[in-house]
C-alpha cells in the first residue's frame, strides 16, 4: 500500500470517529425519566410533553407499584425491566410508565408499593411526584 493511500484512509477513519459524537448528541433528546430519589419532587413540563417514571419492585417478596394520576395526566406505555438479580431472593425489577401531561395546572402522580392481596391499608411505601403542566 502505497503512503499516499495509506495517509487517505488513515484521515478518513479519523474524520469518520470525529463525526461519530456529533452525530449521537444531534439525536433526538428522550423524555425526563424520574425515579425513586424524585419522591416528594415537584417537576414543571408542558402540555403535551411526556415523562417517564422508573421504581424498584421486589416481586419476589410480591411487593408491586400501582400508581394513580390526575385527571390532567395519562399513561402512554408500561415496560418492565428485569435486573441480572431479579430472579434471585431479595432481587428486584424496575417498571417503567410513560406519563403524558394533557391538561394545565397541578397535576400529582401517585404510587403505592404493596402486596396486591394485601388490604389497601397495609402499605409498603408511597411514591407521590408533583407535576406543574404549563
Request: no cysteine.
Amino acid at each position: 500500500m502505497s503512503k499516499n493511500m495509506f495517509r487517505t484512509t488513515f484521515i478518513i477513519i479519523v474524520l469518520i470517529m470525529a463525526a461519530i459524537p456529533t452525530v449521537i448528541s444531534a439525536s433526538p433528546s428522550e423524555n425526563k425519566v424520574l425515579n425513586d430519589n424524585d419522591n416528594g419532587e415537584t417537576i414543571s413540563i408542558k402540555k403535551g410533553d411526556s415523562f417517564n417514571l422508573q421504581l424498584k419492585e421486589n416481586m419476589m417478596a410480591g411487593y408491586l407499584w400501582k400508581i394513580r394520576l390526575s385527571n390532567g395526566l395519562i399513561l402512554i406505555n408500561t415496560k418492565i425491566y428485569q435486573t441480572g438479580f431479579s430472579h434471585m431472593f431479595g432481587g428486584y425489577q424496575i417498571q417503567e410508565w410513560t406519563i403524558k401531561a394533557v391538561a394545565g395546572r397541578n397535576q400529582q402522580v401517585i404510587g403505592i408499593y404493596r402486596r396486591p392481596w394485601m388490604k389497601e391499608t397495609s402499605v409498603g411505601k408511597i411514591f407521590t411526584l408533583n407535576v406543574n403542566v404549563i
